[in-house]
Nanobody, 117 residues
């Protein structure tokens, strides 16, 4: 059974930084792409950033230049980070990591990020 577990959320003032982690565990062979989504209060869940199995990254326009997605180990699935700098109140949301592994979609439970003005 595969599990994705996020951590690192919290309360931060505008302009501050947080680093989220997504730890994958279970029967995983190989490396898969991992995406970060977020869902603000009363909003739909939106794609924020992603990293492919080959290490290519992509970002939503709203976070480009402020967020960075990376792997702890380029050769392993274990941990993916989302470094968030210059946070804004509009970044307040529950952040989820997602990966499709061998054709099955997996979501983490989410971690709350709250940015105060």
């Amino acid at each position: 059974q595969v599990q994705l577990v996020e951590s690192g959320g919290g309360l931060v003032q505008a302009g501050g930084s947080l680093r989220l982690s997504c730890v994958a565990s279970g029967s995983i062979s190989g490396i898969y792409g991992v995406d970060w989504y977020r869902q603000g209060p009363g909003k739909q869940r939106d794609l924020v950033a992603g990293i492919t199995s080959g290490g290519d990254t992509a970002y939503a326009d709203s976070v480009k230049g402020r967020f960075t997605v990376s792997r702890a180990n380029a050769r392993a699935m274990n941990t993916v980070y989302l470094q968030m700098n210059n946070l804004k109140p509009e970044d307040t949301a529950v952040y989820y990591c997602y990966s499709a592994i061998r054709g099955t979609a997996y979501w983490g439970q989410g971690t709350q990020v709250t940015v105060s003005p």
